[in-house]
């Protein structure tokens, strides 16, 4: 039989009774004759209980002083839930064995709580498998060059078992969570939205980088790097489930474009909450510019999403960009501190209550005026445009936060999302 990563959310771990769902589920497959790699979220809550008690000793913490003692403490949920799933397993009679990231070891750089794997080393791994055991290996977390834990960024435990799943080739990953696969958009947000029975690899990339919670983006490109079949279901199904039925269930991401799916022009909308936009006014306009800007705020290890450029007038322009929200201070003191005096720039402002609201769809490149039908929707909802970005296969605005639920349902009943496929 195959080689499977199960990739367990922390509301699937949340408590023993799940946890010890979760064992009968991956003890099933087991006994299916699988060979059986699982990777756990810490308990729901856990992370940010955690980090909590690090902001009361540190409150006023400044920049990443404070990354590898975090890194230490946040890579203690993942372990606690590792041991547990492994001590319900054996209670189900079914050897198994928890492992650390260090301990595999999963290798990463040293970029304390947003690291990037570098490598896995699976022989330890795949010698248990021989043994027949069930190999548990905390998701979340690795260790750099210098023995240091590091931790990979909030959903992180995708990226770790999509990584896993990559390394030792699985035939597929499965991510159990709280939903039961990828919806056209948020059911809290519209009650009529579907789920996708499949989704293709292009579209699954874009709907994490917009702002869709389902999957971590940098598991998505995982996927996608090293073509590791992935697929979302839900862990709050019973756990005695036929195993066939499960596992044709919930939504694949897939690498193949078929007829099917070329019907439908949008296949879902993502939309953000955790943006802010910051615009440095009365840059000088000249070359250069903008690769001073942007380069010192990756020099302090922080993404930015949306950029936008404003026509030059009487030799000055405004340069505005959107960064995660829990950055947003952290981005406008450096520019000020840091980057103003050097620029010449006027001023630094930013705005918190926006949101980004995106469209995506593999079919929007076979299709034209894709992108004013979705202005002409929010135009007559009387929502206002502050920032556009396109690719391919997606359209994206950044429009007033108190907006947001607004514009994702009108644009999800204007691209007709609540209606089933043909």
């Known amino acids: 039989m195959a080689l499977i990563v199960h990739k367990y959310g922390g509301t699937s771990m949340g408590s023993t009774e799940r946890i010890r769902n979760v064992a009968k589920r991956v003890a099933k ?5 699988h060979q059986m790699v699982v ?5 729901s809550g856990e992370t940010n209980r955690l980090l909590g008690l690090a902001k009361e000793l540190a409150p006023a913490r400044q920049g990443d002083a404070y990354g590898r003692e975090l890194d230490m403490l946040a890579a203690t949920g993942e372990q606690a839930s590792s041991a547990l799933l492994a001590i319900a397993l054996q209670a189900e009679g079914m050897e198994s064995v928890s492992y650390a990231g260090w301990q595999v070891p999963i290798r990463t750089n040293n970029a304390y709580t ?4 570098e490598s896995i080393d699976d022989v330890r791994v795949r010698a248990d498998l021989a043994n027949g055991k069930v190999v548990i290996v905390t998701g979340f977390q690795g260790v750099d060059d210098q023995g240091n834990i590091t931790t990979l960024g909030r959903g992180g435990s995708d990226t770790s078992a999509v990584a896993v799943a990559a390394a030792m080739k699985a035939a597929e990953c499965l991510i159990y969570t709280d939903v039961d696969g990828v919806y056209t958009t948020d059911p ?19 709907m994490a980088s917009m702002g869709s919670k389902v999957l971590q983006i940098r598991s998505v490109e995982f996927a996608g790097k090293y073509k590791v079949p992935l697929r979302v279901l839900s862990s709050f199904t019973n756990w005695d489930i036929d195993i066939n039925e499960e596992a044709k269930s919930g939504t694949l991401i897939t690498f193949e474009e078929d007829e099917k799916m070329e019907q439908a022009i949008v296949s879902g909308i993502a939309f953000n909450r955790d943006e802010a936009k910051i615009s440095v ?5 000249k070359p250069g510019i903008a690769a001073q800007i942007l380069g010192a705020v990756a020099d302090a290890n922080i993404e930015v999403d949306m950029i936008i450029q404003n026509l030059s007038k009487d030799g000055k322009t405004d340069f505005s960009f959107t960064v995660n ?3 947003y201070a952290k981005t406008v003191d450096m520019l000020k501190t840091k980057v103003l005096p050097s620029l010449g720039a006027e001023e630094v402002v930013g705005d918190t209550k926006i949101c980004k609201v995106s469209i995506v769809g593999i079919g929007m490149r076979s299709h034209v005026g894709i992108a004013s039908r979705m202005f002409r929707v929010l135009s007559e909802e009387g929502i206002n445009i502050q920032m556009i970005s396109t690719s391919e296969i997606k359209t994206s605005v950044v429009i007033d936060e108190k907006y947001m639920e607004l514009a994702v349902r009108a644009l999800h009943k204007a691209f007709d999302l609540d209606q ?3």
């Open 29 to 33: 497959w087991a006994r299916a004759g």
């Open 39 to 43: 990777v756990p979220s810490a308990m």
């Open 114 to 117: 947003k690291a990037r794997i």
């Open 188 to 206: 809290r947000v519209v009650a009529e939205a579907r789920r996708l029975t499949t989704v293709s690899f292009e579209e699954m990339l874009e």
């Open 281 to 285: 006014m009365g840059v000088p306009d």
């Open 325 to 327: 929200r829990g950055e």
């Open 420 to 422: 089933p496929p043909a």
